[in-house]
């Protein structure tokens, strides 16, 4: 006999799968996620490490390391997970769940990937934080130091400052870059003339891979521990430690800024700079900045020449009057400083400011920004700079940093890291526009002006391949949706030259089932490996554990009704 109140049941089921539905309820994927980690992990730890959707901190988590606010919209696709681990093991177990549970995992340090790929990606996705694996170990007996991925350039440089007033590191300027990422995609700052790259002094790294084990250089092999030093790490596992072996300074370093309007000599000074530059004492870095400005409501442009000697300003003066008398430098333009206050200065503080400040990790800091690069291997002729100078007054934005290599840069071979813009490249430009402005108009206007400006620049830099710097990231160099041979060398052959065939066969070696990957990663050599199946197991996981909580949610309440 038929149920008098069945209707009446079914209505109660309903309304009470709605309830549940609207109720906060655990989230099927933290609870699978949650189950892997304590396979190794303490619960309670392994609890605190996940930082899911519905936690109340999530939102502050994922903004603190984004530094571009391009990539912090209410569109932008978001993990349904950050793990933020404390140990190494923590991320062993992070990579084998992961990938048991079929999500990508992204894997952020500093945040300063101007395309955002540490941290976005179109498919559901975990982000592995780093953030507090950030210690720092130095030993002055072999000059070197342990740094853990998750700390700061600043933090790094405060600490060799606290060991020693003699030594430093070539890395890059800005303090908040995190260590994980400037040295896997090869690193450069103010000593690059003298030492080389960030990349030359690394000694050894410990990196967790595709199969969850710890490994360091001995055990990793040469190969690997080559691709990690210039190729971007994130293609072949997660760095944990670098060990770098730090460089002499000396006790007084010299620094200066000079500025000048077209008016003021700035074609002849800029035409005389892609020849000096990179020629002068390797103990001289110039850097020149070229900006559209106005003055007295005319629009023209200026110049800037950034720079740190090693050395005196007396050394300094009598090295450029002979060198590049255009630029009429004298001893009242210098600075002479310590080699930590030269970091500071370049890090736009003033002269003085105690160290400590480079501590400061800036979070939430984000505007918009677009970024490109080029390298120069021939001077541009002064009818060029005079045409770029219009160029630029035209589209009324964009900047150019011009960073001048050689000295010790010609010396290091292309295939010695991945890293292959060596050798015959007078200079590198960085293309850059920030704006306020939020919305997809001003995005599409400032990211186009950029690009407008990098067509214009065709001519005069490096061809066949273009040539690109990695850790300048630039989505328009190529991105791949298959993760092919062929997709993969679009990009590879402009950010790596003739080493993108070693890190493939590299990648296919160590990961051949393409688990660490993004838009712009290295490939292994076979075509379209598995990424489709990962974004299938990783719906059919979510929907089965969903179905499987309404399912008991549901029979609890009314199993003997029926």
């Given at each position: 006999m038929p149920n008098p109140?069945?209707?009446y049941l079914i209505l109660s089921v309903v309304f009470f799968f709605n309830l549940y539905h609207s109720m906060a309820v655990p989230d099927p994927t933290h609870q699978a996620?949650?189950?892997?980690?304590?396979?190794?992990?303490?619960?309670?730890?392994?609890?605190?490490?996940?930082?899911?959707?519905?936690?109340?901190?999530?939102?502050?988590?994922?903004?603190?390391?984004?530094?571009?606010?391009?990539?912090?919209?209410?569109?932008?696709?978001?993990?349904?997970?950050?793990?933020?681990?404390?140990?190494?093991?923590?991320?062993?177990?992070?990579?084998?769940?992961?990938?048991k549970l079929g999500f990508q995992l992204k894997i952020r340090s500093g945040g300063h990937d101007y395309e955002g790929l540490s941290y976005v990606f179109?498919?559901?996705?975990?982000?592995?934080?780093?953030?507090?694996?950030?210690?720092?170990?130095?030993?002055?007996?072999?000059?070197?130091?342990?740094?853990?991925?998750?700390?700061?350039?600043?933090?790094?440089?405060?600490?060799?400052?606290?060991?020693?007033?003699?030594?430093?590191?070539?890395?890059?300027?800005?303090?908040?870059?995190?260590?994980?990422?400037?040295?896997?995609?090869?690193?450069?700052?103010?000593?690059?003339?003298?030492?080389?790259?960030?990349?030359d002094h690394v000694v050894d790294a410990k990196l967790v891979d595709v199969n969850g084990k710890i490994l360091d250089r001995k055990t990793m092999g040469e190969d690997l521990?080559?691709?990690?030093?210039?190729?971007?790490?994130?293609?072949?596992?997660?760095?944990?430690?670098?060990?770098?072996?730090?460089?002499?300074?000396?006790?007084?370093?010299?620094v200066f800024r000079i500025e000048r309007l077209l008016t003021e000599n700035a074609t002849n000074i800029t035409f005389k700079w892609q020849t000096i530059a990179p020629t002068t004492d390797e103990n001289l870095f110039m850097r020149m900045l070229l900006q559209p400005v106005t003055r007295?409501?005319?629009?023209?442009?200026?110049?800037?020449?950034?720079?740190?000697?090693?050395?005196?300003?007396?050394?300094?003066?009598?090295?450029?009057?002979?060198?590049?008398?255009?630029?009429?430098?004298?001893?009242?333009?210098?600075?002479?400083?310590?080699?930590?206050?030269?970091?500071?200065?370049?890090?736009?503080?003033?002269?003085?400011?105690?160290?400590?400040a480079l501590l400061d990790r800036d979070l939430n800091d984000a505007g918009f920004l677009k970024r490109k690069s080029d390298y120069v291997q021939t001077p541009i002729p002064k009818s060029g700079l005079e045409s770029l100078w219009q160029k630029m007054i035209e589209l009324g934005k964009v900047g150019m940093v011009f960073n001048a290599y050689g000295g010790r840069m010609d010396q290091i071979k292309p295939d010695e890291t991945p890293f292959p813009h060596r050798a015959g490249n007078l200079y590198k430009i960085q293309y850059s526009v920030n704006w306020d402005q939020p919305g997809s108009e001003a995005d599409k206007n400032f990211t186009t002006q950029a690009k407008l400006l990098h067509d214009f620049m065709t001519p005069f830099v490096?061809?066949?391949?273009?040539?690109?710097?990695?850790?300048?990231?630039?989505?328009?160099?190529?991105?791949?949706?298959?993760?092919?041979?062929?997709?993969?060398?679009?990009?590879?052959?402009?950010?790596?030259?003739?080493?993108?065939?070693?890190?493939?066969?590299?990648?296919?070696?160590?990961?051949?089932?393409?688990?660490?990957?993004?838009?712009?990663?290295?490939?292994?050599?076979?075509?379209s490996i598995l990424h489709s199946s990962y974004g299938s197991a990783t719906c059919i996981?979510?929907?089965?554990?969903?179905?499987?909580?309404?399912?008991?949610?549901?029979?609890s309440l009314c199993s003997d009704l029926f």
């Open positions: 109140m069945r209707p996620l949650l189950q892997c980690l304590t396979q190794s992990i303490p619960t309670d730890t392994a609890s605190s490490i996940i930082v899911s959707k519905s936690n109340p901190s999530y939102t502050s988590v994922l903004r603190a390391y984004i530094r571009n606010a391009r990539f912090n919209t209410s569109s932008t696709p978001k993990p349904l997970i950050i793990i933020t681990p404390l140990d190494e093991s923590h991320v062993s177990a992070a990579v084998i769940c992961s990938q179109d498919n559901p996705f975990f982000v592995l934080d780093m953030f507090n694996l950030r210690s720092i170990t130095v030993n002055m007996a072999d000059e070197t130091a342990w740094v853990g991925a998750g700390a700061t350039l600043g933090e790094l440089y405060y600490n060799i400052w606290k060991n020693s007033k003699v030594h430093g590191f070539p890395a890059g300027v800005c303090p908040t870059v995190g260590v994980g990422g400037h040295l896997s995609g090869a690193g450069y700052g103010t000593l690059i003339r003298k030492y080389g790259l960030s990349v521990f080559w691709a990690i030093r210039g190729g971007g790490a994130a293609s072949f596992g997660v760095v944990l430690y670098y060990k770098i072996k730090l460089v002499p300074v000396p006790e007084t370093v010299t007295n409501k005319k629009k023209t442009a200026r110049i800037s020449v950034i720079a740190l000697y090693l050395g005196d300003s007396d050394s300094l003066v009598s090295l450029l009057q002979k060198d590049f008398p255009e630029l009429s430098i004298g001893k009242s333009n210098c600075n002479e400083t310590t080699w930590i206050d030269s970091v500071l200065w370049w890090a736009n503080f003033n002269l003085g400011t105690p160290p400590t490096s061809k066949n391949p273009r040539s690109a710097y990695f850790n300048y990231r630039d989505i328009d160099v190529g991105s791949t949706k298959k993760w092919s041979y062929e997709e993969g060398k679009v990009y590879g052959e402009s950010y790596f030259n003739g080493n993108y065939e070693r890190l493939v066969d590299v990648k296919t070696a160590v990961d051949a089932n393409n688990f660490f990957r993004n838009e712009q990663s290295i490939p292994p050599r076979s075509s996981i979510t929907a089965v554990n969903t179905c499987w909580y309404y399912i008991v949610f549901i029979f």
